[in-house]
């Protein structure tokens, strides 16, 4: 099983989990559809990204340090340091 990738913008507070190798999604173009969570339900905003045929592909989770486990945003690849 591959693992998944996270990134992390601390300065954004927003991380993204993808369930599919981002150099192949960059080569098959953008993602088909986003779907947002309802943010009552879970306390902030949570966007499901959709390729062309209805597979999730990845998660954008935002206020990612109230909702995800901090060893997961240690361990995520940064993408606010140069």
Known sequence: MAELKVTYDQQAN???IYFEDPARLERRGPIAKMYPCDPIAVDGMINLDFDTEGRVIGIEILDARSKL???LLDAAERLDQG
């Open 69 to 71: 486990p901090p060893h």
């Open 14 to 16: 927003a991380a993204y």
